[in-house]
């Protein structure tokens, strides 16, 4: 019971803490990308004056980024849900 109540007291927390991590990758992946192709915005699929390259090399970029944030924000509230409830996620 006790492992039930605390996911349902979570779930709250791990939402906010996904719209963060969205947020943080998109901050993280639009710095990324001035850094790499020195432009402030990542070229759009539908733009015909972007290369398959340039599209490609953005979609990629942004994919990592985003399953590297995905995945540190995961395993850290796992590991805070362990530290708080004595018991690791399922």
């Known amino acids: ?26 901050f993280l992946f639009k710095e990324v990308w ?14 015909p004056d972007r290369s398959w390259g340039e599209i490609l090399t953005a979609a990629a970029l942004q994919g990592a980024i985003f399953a590297v944030v995905k995945a540190a ?10 530290k708080l409830t004595g018991t690791w996620p399922d």
């Open 1 to 26: 019971m006790a492992g039930k109540l605390s996911k349902v007291a979570l779930k709250p927390v791990n939402v906010a803490m996904g719209f963060a991590a969205g947020a943080a990758a998109g």
């Open 34 to 47: 001035k850094l790499v192709a020195g432009e402030d915005d990542a070229p759009d699929a539908g733009d």
């Open 73 to 82: 924000v995961h395993r850290g509230g796992a590991i805070t849900t362990q």
